[in-house]
C-alpha cells in the first residue's frame, strides 16, 4: 500500500498518478539515487542505511553480478573480474585511456569504445555503468514504492556528446527514462538553490576521491552555462590519505611494508584524516603483521603542512578555469563545495581565503550533486506548479549549414537554450539541379573552412526546377541532451532526407572556448571574407544565367551588342579571381546594366510565344 | 469533531515545513477521485482560509475545510515505514471499503 507525501499546496496527485523520478549522480567510485520526497530531497538509502553505492560492478562465471559493497569487497580477490571506474572508460577508445595505467583488465578494442574481457564474456562500460544505474533504479523503486517515470543522470561538464550518449545508452539499458543529463556542476547548484538565486558567476569546486573538477558556471535568466572547466583527473582524497601514510613511515622509520600492511596503514590514514575534520589532533596506532606496534600523534597543523602542496594543486585548475573565463575571483558571487574530501579544514580555508568568501557547503558535499539532479527530476516530471523555472542548458557553439561558396548560414545560434528546433529554408542553385548536398557545421566563424564539420548528407530526387523555385526546408532540432538532428524536406515533391549527428564528433570545452576565441579575434577577416564569398557567388550566378540565355537567345543580339556583353563577362571573370569585393560588384553591375535591353528583347519574345495561337478572350476569362 | 497527528508524523511534518522554509501548517482534505470513490490530499498549508477547521497537534496545525472533516472526523495521521519505504498513512474510522493502494477509499 503507498505511502503519502505531502504535496506542495494545490498540487496533490490525483490516486495512482504519483509520478515518481529520481535523480542519480552515477559516479566514478561511488553512485547515489536521490528523490524529492515532501518538497524536500533526500537521498534514498539501502536496506542497511548506506547512502552510497561503491561504482564497482563484479561479474561472476555463472553470468550473475554483484553490484556495490559486495563486489568492492571482492576487488583484491578477483581483480580481472571486478571493473571500478567504468565512467573513465565510458565513450572512450583504446587509445583515450592509454594513459591511465595500472588497470588489471583485459581490454578488447572495439569501435568506438573499448570492452573489458571478463569471466562472463565481453562487457563494455555501458554494461557496466548499467548494471550500477539497475541497482540504483531498484533501491529507488523499493523506497517510493512504484515504478519510476524517469530520472536524470549526472555527468561530469567536460563529458563530450560521446561519453554522454554512452551514458544515456546505459540508463536505457538499465531500463531508466533518461529524463535529462545534468552537468554535475550544475545539479550542485541547484541542491544549493542557485537557480533561483542572483544572476552572476558561481564556482563548484569538486574533489573526490579520486578527481578534482573545477567549474564556472554563469547564471543569467535561470539558465546555468558552463564558462570554463578545469581539473586534474588524477588528484582527490587519497591523495591526502597517502601523504598521511607517507608521514606515518618517515616519524616509524618502517619501509618495505607488506602489502597488508600498507592497506592497514592507509586504512588507519584515512580515519585519522576523517578525525582531523572534527579534532584538532588524532592518534594513529596499528599493529603490523610481524607485531611492531604504530602509535604517533597527527595534529591538523601538521596534516595541513603535509598536504599543503596538494591544496595548492587544487588552486592552479581554480586560477586557470578563472583565466579561460576572462573572470577575477572579484567576479565570484558564491562557491559551491562538492565532494567528501572538501570536508577538510584546510581545503575550506584555502578555497575561503582564494575567493574572498566562505564556501557553500552546509549539504553534504558527498550528496550534493544526487540532491540537485533529483530536484531538477521532479520538475521534468512534472511535479511542480508550471511557473516553477525549468532549468535550461544551452548550447555552447551555432549550428548551420555550408551555402554557397563555403559560406555558414547559422541556423541554431550559440547559447540558445535546449530542446530546441528551427527551420530555413534554401534553394536550388542551377536550373534543373536535382540533389542537394547538406554540410551541417559547428562553429562561429563565417567560412565553412574555419567551423568543425559535423556531418554530411544529400538530398535526392529534386524535380528539375529553375534555379531558385525549389523550397527546401531544413531542420535543425536538438533534443534536451544536447544531440542534433537535421532533416531536409523539398516542399513541391516532398522528398525527405534526414541525419543524426554522430556522437563521436563531440567537443571539450577546451576546444569550444579556443573556437570562439578565434571567432572573437577574426571577426573583422571573416565579414571580409563573407562578404567576398558574397558577391563571388552572386557574380558566378550572374554569369551562368547570362551564358544561358545567350546560348539560348543569343540570334536576338547582333554582333556589336553580343561583343560588348562578352567584355562584360570576361572584366566580371576577372574580377572573380581576385579578392576585392567591391570590383566584382561593380563588375556584377556593369554587366546587369549591358544585358537590360537583351533582357527586355527576350521577354518579349517569351511573351509573343506565349500569347501565339490565343485569342484575347481566352487570355482576359 | 477532531484529527490528530501521531508524535512521528507531527515531528517529520514540522521538520519539512522547517526545511521547506514556509507554511503554516499542513492541509488534509478529501476529494472525489480514485477508485474507490474518495482521495485523500496531503498538501502544505500557506494560508489559512476563512472556514478552516483548525487542530494543533504536537504544534503544528492541520487545517481541514468544512466539506472533508466530515469524512476525515476522528482520523489518524500517522508516519510509518515499511521497508525502505516511508511516508504518511491516514487511520480514518469512517471509511467502509479501502482501494489497496490505501490512497483511495469509500464512506
Redesign the interface.
Known amino acids: 500500500m503507498a505511502l503519502l507525501q505531502i504535496a506542495e499546496p494545490g498540487l496533490s496527485a490525483a490516486p495512482h498518478q504519483h509520478r515518481l523520478a529520481v535523480g542519480i549522480d552515477l559516479g566514478t567510485t561511488n553512485s547515489l539515487v536521490a528523490t524529492v520526497r515532501s518538497s524536500i530531497s533526500v537521498v534514498l538509502n539501502d536496506e542497511d542505511g548506506r547512502a552510497l553505492l561503491p561504482s564497482v560492478v563484479r561479474y561472476l562465471a555463472d553470468g550473475t553480478t554483484e553490484v556495490g559493497y559486495a563486489a568492492q569487497a571482492m576487488q583484491s580477490v578477483d581483480p580481472h573480474n571486478t571493473v571500478v571506474s567504468a565512467k573513465r572508460f565510458m565513450g572512450r577508445g583504446v587509445s583515450d585511456i592509454a594513459a591511465i595505467v595500472n588497470l588489471p583488465y583485459q581490454f578488447v578494442d572495439a569501435p568506438g569504445m573499448v570492452q573489458l574481457k571478463t569471466v562472463a564474456g565481453v562487457k563494455s562500460p555501458v554494461e557496466v555503468s548499467a548494471e550500477i544505474l539497475k541497482a540504483l533504479r531498484a533501491r529507488a523503486e523499493k523506497s517510493l514504492g512504484g515504478e519510476l517515470v524517469g530520472a536524470v543522470i549526472t555527468v561530469p561538464a567536460y563529458f563530450d556528446d560521446a561519453q554522454r550518449q554512452a551514458t544515456k545508452d546505459a540508463a536505457r539499458l538499465a531500463g531508466l527514462n533518461v529524463l535529462r543529463l545534468l552537468n554535475e556542476p550544475t545539479a550542485a547548484a541547484v541542491a544549493y538553490g542557485l537557480d533561483n538565486a542572483a544572476e552572476g558567476i558561481y564556482v563548484v569546486y569538486d574533489l573526490g576521491g579520486g578527481t578534482f573538477d573545477v567549474s564556472i558556471l554563469r547564471l543569467s535568466r535561470g539558465v546555468f552555462e558552463v564558462m570554463a572547466t578545469n581539473g586534474d583527473s588524477a588528484l582527490g582524497g587519497d591523495d591526502f590519505d597517502h601523504r598521511i601514510y607517507c608521514w606515518v613511515l618517515e616519524q616509524t622509520g618502517l619501509f618495505a611494508l607488506s602489502a597488508q600492511d600498507t592497506r592497514l596503514l592507509l586504512t588507519r590514514a584515512r580515519e585519522a584524516k576523517e578525525e582531523l575534520t572534527f579534532h584538532p589532533e588524532t592518534r594513529i596506532t596499528a599493529v603490523l603483521s610481524n607485531g611492531q606496534a604504530v602509535d604517533v600523534l597527527l595534529t591538523s597543523k601538521i596534516f595541513s603542512e603535509i598536504t599543503l602542496s596538494l591544496v595548492n594543486k587544487t588552486l592552479a585548475p581554480t586560477r586557470k578555469a578563472l583565466r579561460d573565463a576572462n573572470l577575477g575571483v572579484e567576479d565570484v558571487k558564491g562557491v559551491v563545495m562538492v565532494g567528501g574530501a572538501t570536508r577538510m579544514p584546510q581545503i575550506q580555508r584555502a578555497v575561503g581565503e582564494f575567493f574572498g568568501q566562505e564556501p557553500l557547503n552546509n549539504l553534504d558535499p558527498d550528496k550534493v550533486v544526487a540532491l540537485g539532479a533529483a530536484i531538477q527530476a521532479n520538475v521534468l516530471a512534472g511535479n511542480r506548479s508550471g511557473d516553477e523555472w525549468l532549468l535550461l542548458d544551452v548550447i555552447p557553439l551555432s549550428l548551420g549549414l555550408e551555402t554557397m561558396g563555403g559560406l555558414v548560414e547559422k541556423v541554431i545560434t550559440r547559447n540558445s537554450t535546449i530542446p530546441v528546433a528551427r527551420a530555413q529554408e534554401f534553394t536550388t542553385y542551377k536550373d534543373g539541379q536535382t540533389a542537394m548536398s547538406i554540410h551541417v557545421v559547428q562553429g562561429e566563424r563565417e567560412l565553412v573552412s574555419d567551423c568543425r564539420s559535423l556531418a554530411k548528407f544529400e538530398l535526392r530526387g529534386i524535380p528539375p526546377m529553375a534555379a531558385g523555385a525549389a523550397r527546401v526546408r531544413v531542420t535543425f532540432q536538438v533534443d534536451a541532451d544536447g544531440l542534433l538532428s537535421v532533416s531536409a524536406r523539398e516542399k513541391n515533391s516532398g522528398v525527405e532526407a534526414s541525419v543524426m549527428v554522430k556522437p563521436s564528433y563531440g567537443l571539450s570545452d577546451g576546444e569550444i572556448a579556443d573556437m570562439l576565441k578565434a571567432s572573437q579575434q577574426h571577426a573583422h577577416d571573416d565579414m571580409t571574407a563573407r562578404s567576398l564569398r558574397e558577391q563571388q557567388v552572386d557574380g558566378g550566378r550572374i554569369l551562368e544565367a547570362v551564358a544561358a540565355a545567350l546560348a539560348e537567345d543569343g540570334e536576338l543580339l547582333n554582333d556589336a551588342e553580343r561583343g560588348k556583353i562578352e567584355e562584360r563577362m570576361a572584366a566580371l571573370r576577372v574580377t572573380l579571381e581576385g579578392n576585392a569585393p567591391q570590383a566584382i560588384k561593380n563588375a556584377a553591375e556593369a554587366l546587369n546594366r549591358a544585358t537590360e535591353s537583351f533582357a527586355g528583347r527576350r521577354m518579349n519574345r517569351s511573351v509573343q510565344q506565349a500569347l501565339a495561337g490565343h485569342k484575347l478572350e481566352e487570355l482576359e476569362s | 469533531m477532531a484529527v490528530t497527528l501521531t508524535e512521528r508524523a507531527a515531528q517529520?511534518?514540522a521538520n519539512?515545513i522547517a526545511?521547506?522554509g514556509k507554511g503554516v501548517g499542513?492541509?488534509l482534505?478529501v476529494?472525489t477521485?480514485?477508485?474507490s470513490g474518495m482521495?485523500?490530499?496531503?498538501?502544505?498549508?500557506?494560508e489559512i482560509a476563512g472556514d478552516d477547521n483548525q487542530f494543533d497537534s504536537h504544534g503544528v496545525k492541520v487545517l481541514i475545510d468544512p466539506k472533508s472533516l466530515a469524512y476525515l472526523d476522528g482520523t489518524e495521521l500517522d508516519y510509518?515505514r515499511?521497508?525502505?519505504?516511508?511516508?504518511?498513512?491516514?487511520n480514518n474510522p469512517n471509511i467502509k471499503n479501502q482501494?489497496?493502494?490505501?490512497?483511495?477509499f469509500g464512506v
Do not use: P, W
Request: glycine share 16%; with cysteine; charged share 30%.
Open positions: 517529520h511534518i519539512f526545511k521547506r499542513l492541509r482534505g476529494r477521485s480514485g477508485c482521495a485523500y490530499t496531503l498538501e502544505f498549508a500557506d510509518v515499511e521497508g525502505l519505504n516511508e511516508g504518511f498513512k491516514f482501494c489497496g493502494c490505501g490512497e483511495s
